[in-house]
């Protein structure tokens, strides 16, 4: 039986949407529970609704801009600096843009913030999550990375930031692309090791996601909202995947509404998971 009361978490993307449901479910359960946000005053509402409806003290958060590659890795210094476990990571933060923008550190924005942050996130905290997995191997620690079900269009390796040519969709298709072959190939690296990486589509959301992008987003966004999921239902995989017992030996899998299902066909091809972690890696290293 797991103690969630010895359990931490940090949950990207954490003060709306999912990520908040993720985050409040998860601190129902007693677990120590960090949320980052891009807005203190929405981390801090965050953190006190969490509080309030749960009855779990435990609840912290850290602002960062997590499109800003510095500033991921100085959240997992200070998360390292203020505690020497972590148990589940979940990579939820994500945006779509439909106009080309670039991160401070001159990376397309979607890829910055959709896959960048994930890769760099996870590789810096991840003596942690290593250290967790060996003192609870009944448990293991958990990877859990939102992904979508408009991954369907395979990296454009020749354009990899859309430099000659953008679009807001093929830019964050591609994006949900990458989490998906990032944790094939990091589940791979992982095997063996207690820890398992699964990443999920949690369904078209009702959420505020296109918010930032103009006044024809916020409309069509508004009327699709009548035909989607609640946060509360697209929150429910991630959930699963980071505390049920029955994926405690499942790792490298694609999961959407609780069951593991079939990813896009492109995504099974172990070079592509080593190239993108390769380039990965090459930008990383040089930022």
């Known amino acids: 039986m797991v103690d969630f009361k010895e359990k931490y978490a940090l949950v990207t993307g954490a003060t709306n949407g999912i990520g908040f449901v993720t985050a409040l479910e998860l601190a129902r359960l007693g677990i120590t529970v960090m949320i980052v946000g891009r807005n203190e005053a929405r981390c801090l509402e965050a953190v006190k609704r969490i509080a309030d409806e749960t009855g779990n003290p435990t609840i912290h958060y850290m602002v960062a801009d997590l499109s800003d590659m510095r500033a991921v890795r100085l959240l997992a210094q200070a998360y390292r600096a203020q505690f020497n476990q972590l148990d589940i990571l979940v990579n939820n933060v994500g945006a779509i843009f ?18 960048m942050s994930y890769f760099v996130l996870t590789q810096d905290l991840l003596p942690l999550i290593q250290h967790s997995a060996e003192r609870d191997a009944e448990f ?11 991954h369907v269009l395979p990296v454009n390796w020749k354009d990899l930031q859309f430099q000659r040519s953008y679009s807001g969709f093929r830019a964050y298709s591609q994006s949900k692309h990458m989490n998906v072959l990032f944790t094939y190939e990091l589940a791979k690296r992982l095997a063996g090791t207690g820890i398992t990486v699964n990443a999920l589509h949690p369904g078209a959301v009702a959420t505020n996601f296109m918010r930032d992008n103009g006044w024809f987003s916020k409309a069509l966004s508004s009327v699709a909202k009548v035909f989607q999921k609640s946060p509360q239902e697209g929150a429910q995989t991630s959930i699963y995947l980071a505390t049920s017992p029955n994926v405690h030996n499942v790792s490298g899998k694609y999961f959407d509404n609780c069951a593991e299902r079939k990813s896009f066909p492109a995504t099974y091809d172990p070079k592509a998971w080593a190239r993108l972690w390769e380039i990965s890696q090459q930008i990383a290293d040089r930022i």
Do not use: C, P, Q, W
């Not at 439909?98 to 896959?115: C, I, P």
């Open 140 to 150: 293991g620690a958990r990877i859990v990375n939102v992904s979508s079900g408009a």
């Open 98 to 115: 439909m106009k080309r923008l670039e991160s401070v550190d001159g990376l397309e924005m979607t890829f910055a913030l959709n896959h």
